[in-house]
């Protein structure tokens, strides 16, 4: 198991990130300490990771759509890189 400080400093996430993941249901909840620590599990983790991709990979899209709306110059990339692949 996990501190709650140790896996957001491997993921790269904040700490109220992660509580807001918990909370919303996104990632499992998290075990609890008798004082009320969170603490995680490899496979808890394994769920942030996907939680985490998802949420990068949305971002990266939003960043490319803004792109496109006010540069003729992404539509060009975009367009070759679509070509190459």
């Known amino acids: 198991m996990y501190k709650i400080h140790d896996v957001c400093v491997l993921l790269g996430i904040s700490k109220s990130t992660l509580i807001r993941w918990e909370n919303s249901d996104k ?4 075990t609890r300490s008798l004082v009320g620590n969170r603490s995680y599990s490899i496979e808890d983790i394994k769920s942030i990771i996907r939680v985490l991709d998802s949420a990068q990979r949305l971002s990266a899209k939003q960043h490319i ?5 006010t540069h003729d110059v992404a539509i060009k990339i ?4 679509l070509a190459e692949l």
């Open 27 to 30: 990632i499992p909840s998290s």
């Open 78 to 81: 975009l367009e070759e890189l």
């Open 65 to 69: 759509m803004q792109n496109i709306a």
